[in-house]
């Protein structure tokens, strides 16, 4: 049988935390659980710019060369921009780049852009046929909603500007230029009517939430 010394020494200790050791335990708890909830915030954070930096870049990249691909391979006699108002205080842009009555498939067409500044969305179009008049531009501007999502380039293009560029002039058309066409088979009638040119700045910004990024190159229509 145990003695009175044997059984103190195995007696459980009952005895608890006081308040002031309590109150040390729960601040000590706090500041570490606030520090490393601000590290995985800051860390998210930076995550979140990063990835927003290389969508804005790889947004602008893939609309690039998608416009440029397409400008290099279009139909220099037959090329239009074609710029017009949205209803809302912006302007609309179109560019046509021609017509292949003999292409075999789609992916040997030329390309239509249309960009939309009241939704700030690029869309990319098969040619339909010849332009002979802006009703024929307006074909791909009126397109409906749903077969405008199956052409969407871009939802992010903050603006978008095309203009001609005189490889003999240091002279640009003006915007009334662009929307002054009534029966357009060329550049603007006024700016240099006898040899056209087949240069194409293109001139876009892409914003994704508060990050942008701006591409600025003139392609050259290789027929």
């Not at 145990?2 to 459980?12: G, P, S, W």
């Not at 308040?19 to 500041?31: G, P, T």
């Not at 998210?44 to 990249?61: C, D, L, M, P």
């Not at 949205?86 to 040997?108: F, H, I, K, R």
């Amino acid at each position: 049988m145990l003695d009175k010394a044997q059984l103190k020494k195995y007696q459980i200790d009952n005895k608890g935390l006081t308040l002031i050791e309590l109150i040390v335990s729960l601040a000590i708890s706090s500041f570490v659980i606030l520090g490393a909830y601000s590290l995985v915030m800051i860390g998210s954070k930076n995550y979140q710019r990063a990835n927003i930096v290389t969508n804005v870049q790889q947004e602008i990249s893939f609309a690039s060369n998608m416009v440029g691909e397409a400008i290099r391979s279009g139909d220099s006699e037959n090329s239009i921009i074609w710029k017009l108002s949205d209803g809302s205080g912006g302007t609309d842009v179109v560019l046509y780049l021609g017509y292949n009555p003999a292409a075999v498939s789609s992916a040997e067409q030329k390309r239509v852009f249309h960009y939309d500044d009241s939704e700030n969305k690029l869309y990319v179009y098969t040619s339909e046929g010849e332009v002979t008049d802006t009703a024929d531009l307006l074909v791909y501007v009126n397109k409906a909603d749903d077969v405008k999502k199956e052409h969407l380039v871009s939802k992010y293009v903050d603006s978008f500007d095309l203009e001609s560029v005189c490889e003999s002039s240091d002279v640009s058309p003006s915007l009334a230029d662009y929307q002054g066409m009534l029966n357009v088979t060329h550049w603007p009638a006024s700016y240099d009517p006898v040899t056209g040119s087949k240069l194409i700045k293109v001139t876009m910004t892409v914003q994704i939430k508060d990050r942008k990024d701006n591409s600025d190159i003139i392609y050259q229509i290789r027929n």
